[in-house]
């Protein structure tokens, strides 16, 4: 269409458009009008389209001021942030994606008053969450809930079985573990965007060697695992060849 084509009826762009118009709550009966030309046809093609992307870009928008906001500590900031959402958002899909994110957002905020970890929710958003505890002079409580998280959240940031092993022993070690593995996740992930934004650099000017070094020169210093096995694989995708044009 972009390119002056007109939209074809067919059996399947009916059915197509019938599926995809029920994703975005167009009502049937709006649908069934429109499928009776290709004009009104066109226009509910570009109705759905107007509605796939402004859902995207409204959930994707939200979801970044969510997580800055849980990241600064603002848990309820960050839920009003995705009931905004919800409250304008006619798309099912979009719906659901940031109901999920209130529900998660929820349970963090109930580890924030207890003080316990969530094994349904990742190591790193918790960790924020206990050091700021910890930071405000509640210590860990060293439950088997919380030494199980500890020597999980360790793990993920590359801190060995037996050093995770020695800082459970007490409450004050234990909070120093977890200020090192919030650091370890924090410094590693600037450190893979730096490394990743000069690769690209390199790359888009031609210097594909170039770029694989930026990559060789993370993997030289990083120890977090994920971090690690992020520049791998870029490191890898830089010895594929291009797609031709």
């Known amino acids: 269409m972009e390119r002056g084509e007109p939209l074809e009826l067919t059996g399947n762009v009916r059915t197509l458009?019938?599926?995809?118009?029920?994703?975005?709550?167009?009502?049937?009966?709006?649908?069934?009008?429109?499928?009776?030309?290709?004009r009104t046809a066109?226009?509910?093609l570009r109705k759905i389209r107007q509605r796939i992307n402004a859902g995207s870009h409204r959930f994707g928008s939200a979801q970044s001021r969510a997580y800055r906001l849980r990241d600064a500590g603002n848990l309820d900031g960050a839920r009003?942030?995705?009931?905004?959402?919800?409250?304008?958002?006619?798309?099912p899909f979009y719906r659901e994606l940031a109901a999920n994110v209130i529900s998660n957002l929820g349970r963090l905020q109930a580890v924030a008053e207890s003080g316990q970890p969530d094994p349904k929710l990742p190591e790193r958003s918790q960790t924020l969450v206990l050091l700021r505890r910890v930071q405000q002079g509640r210590p860990l409580k060293l439950s088997n809930g919380m030494r199980a998280f500890l020597?999980?959240?360790?793990?993920?940031?590359?801190i060995s079985?037996?050093?995770?092993?020695?800082a459970l022993t007490s409450p004050q070690s234990a909070g120093a573990?977890?200020?090192?593995?919030?650091?370890?996740?924090?410094?590693?992930?600037k450190r893979l965007?730096?490394?990743?934004?000069?690769?690209?650099d390199f790359r888009d000017a031609g210097d594909l060697?170039?770029?694989?070094?930026?990559?060789?020169?993370l993997l030289a210093v990083e120890v977090v695992p994920m971090y690690r096995r992020a520049a791998e694989e870029n490191l890898e995708g830089l010895d594929e060849p291009f797609p031709a044009p």
């Open 209 to 217: 060697e170039g770029a694989r070094q930026q990559m060789r020169d």
């Open 42 to 44: 066109t226009a509910l």
């Open 177 to 189: 573990l977890l200020e090192k593995i919030m650091r370890r996740f924090h410094e590693g992930r």
């Open 17 to 38: 458009l019938r599926r995809s118009a029920r994703e975005v709550a167009i009502p049937t009966e709006d649908v069934k009008q429109a499928l009776r030309n290709p």
């Open 80 to 91: 009003k942030a995705m009931e905004a959402v919800i409250a304008v958002e006619v798309v």
């Open 151 to 158: 020597r999980r959240a360790a793990a993920e940031v590359g």
């Open 161 to 166: 079985k037996a050093e995770a092993k020695e």
């Open 193 to 200: 965007e730096r490394a990743l934004m000069r690769m690209m």
